[in-house]
C-alpha cells in the first residue's frame, strides 16, 4: 500500500454513513491501484465538506471542478445503489 493511503484512508471517514460507506468501498478496490495524480485528487476531495460530496454524488449538484467530478463518477459514484 502506498505510504501516504493509511494518512488519506484516516482523513476519509466523514459525519455521514453515505459517504462512509462509499470511501470503504474505494479504498477496499482501488487504493493499491491509483496513480500519484488521481491520489492527489483524492485528497483535494477531503477539502469538500459533506453536505457538498453527497449533494453532488445522489443529487447531481456539480462541484465547479471537473477533476473532482470525473474522480467521483470514476471511483465513487458508481457505489451509490
Known amino acids: 500500500m502506498k505510504p501516504q493511503i493509511n494518512r488519506i484512508k ?3 471517514r466523514r459525519g ?14 482501488y487504493a493499491d491501484k491509483i496513480s ?3 491520489l492527489e485528487v483524492l485528497q483535494e476531495l477531503l477539502v469538500y ?8 454524488i445522489f443529487k447531481d ?3 465547479g471542478n ?3 467530478e470525473n474522480f467521483i ?3 465513487l459514484k458508481k457505489y451509490e445503489k
Request: hydrophobic share 35%; no cysteine; proline share 3%.
Open 73 to 75: 463518477k470514476k471511483y
Open 49 to 56: 465538506d459533506d453536505q457538498s460530496l453527497y449533494d453532488f
Open 61 to 63: 449538484i456539480k462541484l
Open 66 to 68: 471537473p477533476n473532482h
Open 36 to 38: 500519484e495524480s488521481e
Open 10 to 12: 484516516w482523513k476519509s
Open 16 to 29: 455521514m454513513r453515505e459517504l462512509d460507506l462509499l470511501f470503504e468501498n474505494f479504498f477496499r478496490f
